[in-house]
């Protein structure tokens, strides 16, 4: 694509969405994502709550899951 050719990416439409190129992500790095997003989101929650022990289980999981790969 040329910078002049419009694009539009999630609402925006502009010369510089073209030139973004799109990021291929292995599936282990999908698994970290969202191992990284648990963690943030553990913190905020609070301690012995169903949410809480529900997030604590899926981090256990993806932890078991990125070992495995």
């Known amino acids: 694509m040329n910078n002049t050719s419009k694009t539009a990416l999630k609402g925006f439409c502009s010369p510089e969405v073209a030139n973004i190129e799109g ?9 970290r994502n969202h191992l990284i997003f648990l963690k943030r989101l553990i913190d905020t929650l ?24």
């Open 23 to 31: 990021r291929q992500y292995s599936p282990v790095d999908h698994l």
């Open 46 to 69: 609070e301690p012995d709550t169903k949410a809480f022990y529900m997030v604590d289980m899926q981090i256990a999981n993806l932890t078991a899951d990125i070992e495995e790969v």
